[in-house]
Nanobody, 126 residues
Framework: QVQLVESGGGLVQAGGSLRLSCVVSGRTFSRAVMAWFRQAPGKARELAAGTTWNGAITYYADSVKGRFTISRDNAKNTVYLQMNSLKPEDTAVYYC???????????????????WGPGTQVTVSS
């Protein structure tokens, strides 16, 4: 059984920073693609950032490139999302997701991810 728990969300002013963490239980973390999706009110859930098992391949949505950084610590079963220069449009619930469907490909499809965290709210005020 794999469980994901996010933390680090909160309220921040525009231009500020937050660091999200996702701790994953289970034995598959070290070989899983890990990703951060986000869902703003009234919008579809979208992939913000992803990383392969060893961090060799990363993906960033155009809207977060240059501002967000995804990283992972396989010894701690944890994936991080460092978010800098936050904008009001970054306001969303952020979800950590786990996939073992591919080893070196970061899918943007929600259905390719087999486990999800409950989400953490990020609110950026203008």
């Amino acid at each position: 059984q794999v469980q994901l728990v996010e933390s680090g969300g909160g309220l921040v002013q525009a231009g500020g920073s937050l660091r999200l963490s996702c701790v994953v239980s289970g034995r598959t973390f070290s070989r899983a693609v890990m990703a951060w999706f986000r869902q703003a009110p009234g919008k579809a859930r979208e992939l913000a950032a992803g990383t392969t098992w060893n961090g060799a391949i990363t993906y960033y949505a155009d809207s977060v490139k240059g501002r967000f950084t995804i990283s992972r610590d396989n010894a701690k079963n944890t994936v991080y999302l460092q978010m800098n220069s936050l904008k009001p449009e970054d306001t969303a619930v952020y979800y950590c997701a786990h996939s073992v469907r591919y080893s070196d490909y970061i899918s943007i499809r929600l259905s390719d991810y087999d486990y999800w965290g409950p989400g953490t709210q990020v609110t950026v005020s203008s």
